[in-house]
C-alpha cells in the first residue's frame, strides 16, 4: 500500500497527474511536476498521492478535489491511444510519466530542484500567489518557483516521518508478550533481538522498550 492506495491505483494517479499537467512539455516538464508533488510530500512516498489531490492545485483534479469525491473511488483509466495501443506522442509521453513515477514510489526520483513546490501557467490563469513565488523559473509554457509556507510545511512533513521512523523501530512490551513473539513480529530471531537490547535471559517486563533494529 501507498497511503491509502494500492501501490497500482497510486502510481496510476501520479502518473495521470503528470501526463495530463504536463506532457506538452515532455520529460523536462513531467519532471517539474512531479518534482512539486516531492518536495511538497516532503520526499514520503505515503503523502505523494495527497498531494495530487489537493483543492485547486493541479486542474487535472479540481473535479474530485473540489467536490470531495473521494480518491480512492477514482476509476482507474489510462489515456485511450494507450488503450488502443498506438505509438503516437501520446503513448510515448504516458510511458515516461510512468518511468517517472516508479523512480517516485521507490524513492530513487531526484527532484530538478529541492525548493520548487508550485507551477502555473501565466497564459491560462494568474494565481492569487503568483506575485509571492520565490525565484521564479520558466518551464515549457509553465512558471515554476517556490512557496515559502509549503516549503515549511513540507520540512515539518519530512521530520514528522523522520520521527515515525525512528519511533517504529522500538516496541514497548505489553503483558503477556514473549522474546519469542516480538521476534516473530518483526522478523528477527530471537538471539538478534537479544543481541540489539544486551538482553543476556529471556525476561521482559511490561512497559520495557525495546529497539528492533
Not at 151 to 171: D, F, G, H, I, M
Amino acid at each position: 500500500m501507498i497511503g491509502k492506495f494500492t501501490k497500482a491505483k497510486a502510481k496510476n494517479i501520479i502518473q495521470r497527474t503528470l501526463w495530463m499537467e504536463s506532457r506538452g512539455e515532455g520529460e523536462e516538464g513531467m519532471r517539474m511536476t512531479l518534482t512539486t508533488i516531492v518536495v511538497r510530500a516532503g520526499k514520503v512516498v505515503d503523502g505523494m498521492v495527497d498531494e495530487c489531490f489537493q483543492n485547486l492545485q493541479f486542474s487535472c483534479w479540481n473535479d474530485v478535489a473540489s467536490s470531495k469525491k473521494t480518491p480512492s473511488g477514482y476509476s482507474i483509466q489510462f489515456p485511450k491511444s494507450v488503450i488502443q495501443g498506438k505509438q503516437d506522442a501520446d503513448a510515448k509521453t504516458w510511458d515516461i510519466a510512468g518511468r517517472l513515477t516508479d523512480q517516485a514510489l521507490n524513492g530513487t526520483f531526484k527532484p530538478t530542484n529541492d525548493q520548487w513546490t508550485s507551477y502555473y501557467n501565466p497564459s491560462k490563469c494568474n494565481p492569487k500567489w503568483a506575485s509571492q513565488l520565490k525565484n521564479p523559473t520558466k518551464v515549457g509554457n509553465h512558471i515554476v518557483g517556490t512557496e515559502q509556507w509549503r516549503l515549511t510545511s513540507a520540512k515539518k512533513k519530512a521530520a514528522n516521518a523522520e520521527k515515525n521512523k525512528v519511533s517504529a523501530k522500538t516496541y514497548t512490551v505489553k503483558k503477556g508478550d514473549s522474546l519469542f513473539k516480538i521476534a516473530k513480529d518483526n522478523n528477527l530471531k530471537v538471539d538478534q533481538l537479544k543481541t540489539l537490547n544486551g538482553l543476556k535471559g529471556d525476561t521482559i517486563q511490561p512497559g520495557q522498550t525495546l529497539k528492533l533494529a
